[in-house]
């Protein structure tokens, strides 16, 4: 669905009307929801779609997903989010999982940036340049 400019205006406003601090705010983007649903601006179906799409991208940014192909331990994982939080902040959520098609190494995801030190992905591309 295209989107007026003006509605991309719109939901970017009410967007940053959410934020505190910089952050995301639960109940201010409900408020917001709420509002446009009762006030029914023009083209708030659009507006409301954008506005969604911009709070998935936000908490997709600020989520980080750790795979590898075994359990990290304490250790390994602490230092892990912790270099995660330097390079994102400290308002990153991160979740470690097990993904055992890596073979080895560790898979990182936050957002649209992915890191990819597996050796999977070293014989993809190994094989890519055969």
């Known amino acids: 669905m295209k989107i007026s400019k003006l509605a991309q205006r719109d939901a970017r406003q009410l967007f ?8 995301l705010d639960e109940n201010r983007v409900r408020q917001a929801v709420t509002l446009v649903l009762a ?6 179906l659009e507006i409301l779609s954008r506005l969604l799409r911009l709070v ?10 750790v795979e590898s192909t075994t359990i990290l331990p304490g250790d390994l994982q602490t230092d892990v989010a912790s270099r995660i939080k330097k390079i994102y ?3 990153v959520d991160i979740a470690f999982g097990q993904n055992p098609a890596l073979i080895g190494g560790l898979r990182v995801k936050v957002g649209s940036d992915v ?3 597996s ?9 890519a340049s055969f």
């Open 119 to 127: 050796v999977r992905a070293k014989l993809e591309s190994l094989a």
């Open 39 to 44: 006030q029914k601006p023009r083209r708030y």
């Open 89 to 91: 902040g400290d308002s």
């Open 16 to 23: 940053r009307s959410c934020q505190v601090n910089g952050l």
């Open 56 to 65: 998935k991208l936000d908490l997709e940014r600020r989520t980080a997903r």
């Open 115 to 117: 890191y990819d030190g």
